[in-house]
């Protein structure tokens, strides 16, 4: 036997006993473009109820579907049982809250598109200018974005630093 037949034995055999799988050929006829379809993004968040807006880092846009579900608990004055709610807030309404009109502690969304950052000339604090749309999420919504921008998520109440516990979201982006 010849040594390039050897080799070609001995290749085959290693092939073989190694278990080595080599790539199916393609069956798409060539030039053809097909993709599968995006698969959608999911993510769990805590939202903890002292902790302002939570970025997600998740951005949308639109056409593309959000899907907001929530659990949990949380206390809008640490200690006090009467101020425990879930996702869907206290049935108190106040016109001191970021969404007036949605009951004080509930889950709500922010999506924001930054337009600008500038340095305050007579604090030096940075400011960012920002386009926005507030919503309510509760215990489940669904939001298509009317613009590009990212997702952020938070207790529907200006007086923070007295709250307490978690929400437990799923965010899950379908892409366009």
Do not use: H
């Not at 516990?165 to 799923?170: D, E, K, L, P």
């Amino acid at each position: 036997m010849a040594f390039r037949d050897r080799v070609k034995w001995g290749l085959a055999a290693a092939v073989w006993i190694c278990g080595i799988a080599l790539p199916a050929p393609s069956r798409q006829p060539p030039g053809s473009k097909e993709q599968a379809a995006p698969l959608p993004l999911e993510k769990t968040i805590a939202v903890a109820a002292d902790a302002g807006w939570v970025d997600t880092a998740i951005d949308a846009g639109p056409g593309e579907e959000i899907r907001i579900s929530a659990s949990g608990e949380i206390n809008l004055q640490k200690g006090n049982p009467d101020a425990v709610c879930g996702p869907d807030g206290l049935d108190l309404v106040t016109g001191d809250q970021p969404i007036p009109n949605v009951n004080i502690g509930a889950l709500i969304g922010k999506l924001v598109q930054p337009v600008a950052r500038r340095v305050d000339e007579d604090s030096g604090i940075e400011v960012r200018d920002e386009i926005f749309v507030l919503f309510p999420v509760g215990s489940g919504t669904v939001v298509t974005p009317p613009f590009k921008g990212r997702l952020y998520l938070g207790v529907n109440e200006n007086v923070l630093k007295d709250n307490g516990g978690t929400y437990a979201v799923v965010v899950v982006k379908r892409p366009a």
